[in-house]
């Protein structure tokens, strides 16, 4: 028989942060998992480690079901390690939360809970491992173990992704000077775009443009990569009509092709219930914590989508996410531990 080891946050975060690519961290999460013994079904409800098409990594069948996203914006490097701050590109979102869910595997297990590790929380990944977690293992109450202590994400925030490409015949500078330019598109779309008068819970990002071949050349195809987000449904679709609108408008009245592509969405509303967020109070009072209710787009998403009841728990302190400085507060990471068990056992007794 393989000896069980156990693994404190800390020392799993050390290891975890600088892995980079789902299939080499899902990997290690799976012999982790294993190590913890959670590789076989026995009696006392812990059961075999399971991967999906996906790439999720799951544990369990319980009715609460524990999720915490391996995937990452920035690609995971150097863990430069001080006192007081662990620094390097994600080891915050997600690193520390898989960490902190990881330490607790075999408590959390035992007490009834489903464990899983989800593909495509991020970028364009459009929740498709939450989503076919949430189909396949249909819980009862859904909590993504992700973000900052002590915040609790009670309202999903909705987004629409779209992807515009303006094209034009191109063409020499002077020779074809009278040939029409997506650039005169393009630059009437961003204009328009954050002029727009739109309400204050929204909001409207482009985060790319792209397009061109030289100084010299009229560009054949000019693009933007465009993110909206509101905290319902409605005023989303809204947002995204208007969007739409002065996109082809730019585009009729500069002569050009407009093509648009929906790159994704994610719901809008919530699924949070008085239980969770009474839940929520005791779980954080406990570590000397006063919960910070607040809107945000998490894996818990996918739920509020499916109508379970659903939240986001952070479980360290930190700073900097989605940036090469990210960092957490090493001190953080047994408190979130402690809170989240807390909340389990609180939720399962609900």
Do not use: C
Request: aromatic share 6%; proline share 6%.
């Amino acid at each position: 028989m393989n000896q069980v080891i156990s693994q404190g946050p800390l020392e799993l975060l050390a290891e975890f942060a600088p892995i980079a690519g789902d299939e080499a961290r899902g990997k290690w999460i799976e012999s982790r998992l294993k190590r913890m013994g959670l590789e076989t079904t026995s009696p006392n409800g812990l059961s075999e480690v399971r991967r999906d098409s996906l790439g999720n990594i799951f544990v369990g069948n319980g009715r609460l079901l524990l999720v915490s996203h391996m995937d990452t914006v920035l690609t995971p490097g150097t863990l430069y390690r001080g006192q007081n701050r662990w620094q390097g590109p994600a080891v915050g979102d997600n690193s520390a939360g898989i960490a902190v869910l990881l330490s607790l595997a075999p408590k959390l297990s035992a007490l009834g809970a489903s464990l899983a590790f989800s593909v495509g929380e991020e970028g364009f990944g459009n929740l498709k491992g939450a989503r076919a977690l949430v189909k396949n293992l249909r819980p009862g109450i859904f909590v993504a173990v992700d973000g900052y202590l002590p915040g609790v994400v009670h309202h999903a925030v909705g987004s629409q992704r779209l992807r515009a490409s303006f094209r034009g015949p191109g063409g020499h500078a002077w020779g074809e000077r009278h040939q029409p330019s997506p650039a005169p598109a393009l630059g009437e779309t961003l204009a328009r775009l954050y002029a727009l008068q739109r309400p204050q819970e929204t909001s409207l990002n482009v985060g790319r443009v792209w397009g061109g071949e030289a100084v010299n050349a009229i560009p054949p195809e000019l693009g933007l990569e465009l993110d909206l987000r509101a905290m319902e449904a409605g005023v989303l679709s809204d947002l995204g009509e208007k969007a739409r609108a002065i996109m082809m408008e730019a585009a009729q009245r500069h002569k050009v092709e407009l093509s648009l592509e929906n790159l994704g969405e994610r719901p809008a509303g919530s699924t949070f219930t008085p239980a969770m967020r009474q839940a929520a109070l005791e779980a954080l009072t406990s570590i000397g914590e006063n919960p910070d209710f607040t809107a945000g787009s998490t894996d818990a998403s996918a739920a509020v989508e499916a109508g379970i009841p659903a939240m986001g728990f952070g479980v360290y302190k930190g700073g900097g996410a989605h940036t090469p400085q990210e960092w957490v507060d090493p001190s953080s990471l047994e408190s979130g531990a402690s809170a989240l068990l807390r909340l389990t056992r609180l939720l399962l007794n609900a």
